[in-house]
């Protein structure tokens, strides 16, 4: 097979600054490397595998494919790590978002304790894989640290030090949290944790890909995904034995996994911080990010080298669903401010934010990344629920997918199989169903402003004509671009973001450029474009 080695220059670019990315906002990660591209498909091809998708889990399973002898071809339609890879905090940690306790009443003592296996082996991954290939990606094994939120209480922390001892985990309890002193509870230590430079990470595996003979094409939209072929919207098909959608959320099912998951945004920013005041670890509160019913603001933080005089120190949290900022506490922007705020009290020697962005992550309805055949299908599997560990998930893909590809018993399938039913979250199901379902109520709602001429140069706003839903961007030069505000998944009506100058569907977490352009799934379509009145 030949392969597509050679990167494209730099003014082949469709970008201005040469990034493809997910959002407006641009990442630590994203901005201190160069961007990671090939060369778009532009021919039919055949190959034992496809993956669609170069993310963390797209690059994983290639990587793990290829070693195993199948020839795979990589297809991405922005750049590498473009999209939910290059917008993650890089946590790789066995310290899931989901507790311990939750986990074993949802999936028995032994689901916790493949969880934990999987998690700690996906860690072990990482480390050596950019130990074997030379990559330079600032790992570290460093410790974590869970500490109370202040609506927490003492008596759940212990119940999961117990259960992560019961999931194999050697937690230590500790009466204080190291590295901030202005957390008055205690916390739980665990060891043996990892943090890496994420785009440098796949930077390295993309090198490793090429030499194994993989083609990775960017730039490259799929448009269809039948048994054995994958179409793009250039019309050229790919033919396989094998298909692996690896795009954050499935662009393959229409209705199934989209009932089993839901879209979450969670903010990010970047302080600088006296390089060295803080010795580096990784720390979680114990805030739920999930429970909207009774809102509990989750925070996690680590440190990255940044330059001479400063270390980054990285906060992501305050997470609310998607598209449905209008219901919750704080705005968009606000979040990030908010974020600050949590950070300079608990941090001394804070220096100014240089970094703010946001991501998407998608949560399963019990608590376990959805990982092996898609329901239905025998020869297409998919990757998503990442339930905010999408490193370790990703990585996990990698490994559970290339066995089941290759036919051999991985003791992990069960765990992660899309096609599982739990019944234990049959209530939690009903409400998030009827969140959806009372999502459709915007077609008969207001829209933002009660014309295009009200935006300003850089915003966007839905407007209402009737029953009829535009969404409409006056950009930087005061021309107004309008399309359906329909989601073209399932008709969803979409709601402006404005951190990262997007329109998001509050239903299944299909995301558009101010241009109307697809960036996130299930969507596979533009929005349709209106001509202004």
Known sequence: METNDQLLSEENTKNPDGRITSGNTLSYWVDSVKPIKFKPLAGNVRTDVVIVGAGI?????????????KNVVVVEDGFVGSGETGRTTAHATNALDDRYRDIEQLHGSEGSRIAADSHTAAIAFIESTALAEGIEC???RLNGYLFLHPSDKRENLEEEFKATHRAGIPTEWLEAVPGISSENGPCLKFPH??????????????????????NIYTETRVSDIQRGLVKTSSEFEITTDHIVVATNSPINDLFTMHTKQYPYRTYVIGMLLLKGSVEGALWWDTGDQNSKWLPMPYHYVRLQPYDEQSDLLICGGEDHKTGQEDKAEFTTNERF???????????????????RWSGQVMEPLDGMGYIGRNPGDKEIYIVTGDSGNGITHGTIAGMLINDLI??????????????????KVTGDYIREAANMVSQYGDYIAKGDVESAEQLLAGEGAILSSGLKKYAAYKD????????????????CILQWNPAEKSFDCPCHGSRFTCEGKVINGPAKTDLSSITPD
């Open 138 to 140: 600032d790992f570290k």
């Open 193 to 214: 944790q990892g943090q890496f430079h994420p785009m440098k990470y796949l930077s390295g595996l993309t090198s490793a890909l090429s030499k194994l003979g993989v």
């Open 476 to 491: 930087e030069s005061g021309v107004v671009h309008k399309f359906s505000a329909v989601c073209p998944h399932l008709g």
């Open 337 to 355: 401010d908010v974020l600050e705020e949590w950070l300079r009290k608990r941090f001394d020697n804070c220096g100014r934010v240089v970094y």
């Open 57 to 69: 889990s797209g690059l994983t399973t290639a990587y793990c494919l290829a070693k195993s002898g």
């Open 406 to 423: 290759l036919g051999r018993e991985n003791p992990w399938e069960e765990l992660y199989d899309p096609g599982r039913i739990t019944l």
